[in-house]
């Protein structure tokens, strides 16, 4: 089925520790999104990228590192994970082409530095 | 950029009741307006959408409505069911900037049975 996953979905990791957020969709989407949610509030657009190689910086000023080699792969990287870092990470894609902009979520990741 | 503001911030409403959510943009070049339903620990999923060139959008007991003028849009949700309690955001966007969406701040929406 086609989709979008996010793992781990949850992670409780000690100050400093590099971690590697994985998000992966098998719709063949080009554009890929990462937006950083606290539970129930506002989305935060940190990271975006329009297809392979091909990677910007969101609406939100992030510590955080992304890349794109291939089209269904966009991991977000997490040089010395901190504290303030805790929050839920949500991945998206969305399709290009006449009339398609719904943007499709993963299941997200929940992260607790401490 | 685009900023998105959105009203209210919680609703708490009668089942059976309608509730209605405002946004208002700030980008008059924005021509796209999404509205992702969050239930409690679940993803956002898409409920409707309009571009600026409708006014108005309905689909079963939810509608939106957009004013290219005052730069607003708003969610209609009538007959109102305990299943609709849940986080709403409104979005815009503009195809020119790639589709990349500005969030409202959400609204959290109870219904009382």
């Known amino acids: 089925e086609a989709d979008i996953y996010q793992t781990p979905r949850y992670l409780v990791i000690g100050t400093g520790k590099k971690i590697t957020l994985e998000c992966s969709q098998t719709m063949g989407h080009d554009k890929m999104y990462w937006y950083q949610q606290d539970p129930g509030m506002e989305l935060h657009l940190i990271h975006y990228?329009?297809?392979?190689?091909?990677?910007e910086k969101g609406d939100l000023s992030s510590e955080s590192t992304v890349s794109r080699i291939r089209t269904e792969h966009f991991p977000l990287t997490l040089e010395s994970a901190r504290p303030s870092h805790t929050s839920q990470y949500l991945c998206?894609?969305?399709?290009?082409?006449?009339?398609?902009?719904?943007?499709?979520f993963g299941p997200g990741t929940r992260l607790t530095v401490t | 950029g685009e900023n998105v503001e959105q009203h209210p911030s919680t609703l708490s409403v009668q089942e059976g009741d309608s509730a209605v959510i405002k946004c208002t943009y700030s980008?008059?070049?924005?021509?796209?307006f999404p509205w992702y339903k969050q239930e409690l620990g679940k993803r956002p999923q898409l409920i409707i959408d309009?571009?600026?060139?409708?006014g108005e959008k309905k689909d079963q007991r939810i509608a939106v409505t957009l004013n290219k003028t005052a730069k607003h849009f708003s969610l209609h949700i009538t007959e109102t069911q305990p299943e609709d309690s849940a986080v709403y955001f409104c979005a815009a966007s503009q195809r020119a900037a790639g589709n990349k969406l500005t969030f409202g701040g959400g609204t959290r929406v109870l219904v009382k049975p």
């Open positions: 309009i571009r600026s060139n409708v």
């Open positions: 998206a894609s969305s399709e290009e082409g006449r009339g398609k902009s719904e943007q499709y």
């Open positions: 980008d008059s070049a924005s021509n796209y």
């Open positions: 990228s329009y297809g392979v190689n091909s990677t």
